[in-house]
């Protein structure tokens, strides 16, 4: 048992201390040497967990899936609490990851940009993560604006998306803000038409 938990230990550690460095530093650029020296494990403990680097990744990014998830999941609960709807709490808990210590924009897009390969794990990975994710975009629209506003969720995906890589190349969260009155403003024109 205490064997178990200590190869528990190192993997958790292994997932974690990669999980700063590629999203700091770009999956490429940081070798086993540095995951190893920052995660405090023999070189051992890392095979014993990983068959590759590759596998590293993949589990790293589903480390990083349930991570984001939870955030976005707290800090727009606090939103709602505080008398937001769940679209205008998604675009505050946006905003808010925007302006976290070392934002580096999305894991996901990074990771397939740089994998590049489309049939890499971590990049169906990533384009499975952003298919969820879209998909919880539409249950939010519906949610706060009713389930004709579905019809919007690829550009008001296109627009977060656009926001998440504005945020990185601008240095500030403004995109969160622009996304936001924009996707507004579309759904708007739906209630609009209606009248």
């Known amino acids: 048992m205490a064997k178990k938990r200590t190869t528990s230990d190192a993997r958790t550690r292994i997932v974690e201390a990669a999980?700063?460095?590629?999203?700091?530093?770009?999956?490429?650029?940081?070798?086993?040497?540095?995951?190893?020296?920052e995660a405090g494990v023999a070189k051992m403990s890392l095979y014993n967990n990983f068959a590759s680097k590759d596998d590293l990744v993949l589990?790293?990014?589903?480390?990083?899936?349930?991570?984001?998830?939870?955030f976005f999941e707290s800090a727009m609960q606090r939103y709602v609490d505080d008398g937001s709807d769940r679209l205008n709490a998604f675009f505050s808990a946006l905003k808010e990851w925007f302006e976290s210590k070392g934002f580096r924009g999305c894991a996901f897009i990074n990771a397939?940009?740089?994998?590049?390969?489309?049939?890499?794990?971590?990049?169906?990975?990533?384009?499975?993560?952003?298919?969820?994710?879209?998909?919880?975009i539409g249950t939010i629209m519906s949610e706060a604006h009713g389930e004709a506003s579905?019809?919007?969720?690829?550009?008001?995906?296109?627009?977060?998306?656009?926001?998440?890589?504005?945020?990185?190349?601008?240095?500030?969260?403004k995109a969160a803000d622009v996304a936001r009155d924009a996707a507004l403003s579309l759904i708007n024109s739906l209630s609009k038409k209606r009248k």
């Open 19 to 37: 999980d700063r460095l590629f999203y700091a530093d770009g999956i490429r650029a940081v070798g086993i040497d540095r995951i190893i020296a």
């Open 150 to 173: 579905v019809a919007f969720v690829p550009a008001v995906s296109l627009m977060i998306e656009g926001a998440i890589v504005t945020a990185v190349m601008d240095g500030n969260s």
């Open 112 to 136: 397939v940009v740089e994998l590049a390969d489309p049939s890499h794990p971590g990049a169906a990975f990533s384009a499975q993560h952003k298919q969820l994710f879209r998909e919880m």
């Open 59 to 70: 589990a790293v990014l589903k480390f990083r899936d349930e991570k984001i998830g939870r």
